[in-house]
């Protein structure tokens, strides 16, 4: 069982910057992919950023230049700092993760993989 959690949300005015967190837990054997997804009221889920276990990003197109996605491998952690926020970032954002949990042969050989969600944690930009 792996688990996300998200951290870091809340209420900044146009212009400022919020950074978010997520931390993986539980049985992980390894995490290839996190990345930052978000959903704002009567729109689909979009891609915000991604990272590799290598350090490759990708971004969203509305996101690039003012966001940046960063990766702690060694803490199954990703951080998104997002800066010069607009009212249109206003989302709930979701970190997503996807990886191989542990088998009952421990470190040895990896068990089911996985490909889960967070919570999601609410952004707010307005004056």
């Excluded at 997002?82 to 990886?99: F, Q, S």
């Excluded at 470190?107 to 969600?117: D, I, K, T, V, Y």
């Amino acid at each position: 069982q792996v688990q996300l959690e998200e951290s870091g949300g809340g209420l900044v005015q146009p212009g400022g910057s919020l950074r978010l967190s997520c931390a993986a837990s539980g049985s992980i054997f390894r995490i290839n992919g996190m990345g930052w997804y978000r959903q704002a009221p009567g729109k689909e889920r979009e891609l915000v950023a991604r990272v590799d276990s290598g350090g490759g990003s990708y971004y969203g197109d509305s996101v690039k230049g003012l966001f940046t996605i960063s990766r702690l491998n060694a803490e199954n952690t990703v951080y998104l700092q997002m800066n010069t926020l607009k009212p249109g970032d206003a989302a709930v954002y979701y970190c997503k993760a996807h990886g191989y949990a542990c088998s009952t042969y421990g470190w040895r050989a990896p068990g089911p993989h996985f490909e889960n969600w967070g919570q999601g944690t609410l952004v707010t930009v307005s004056e």
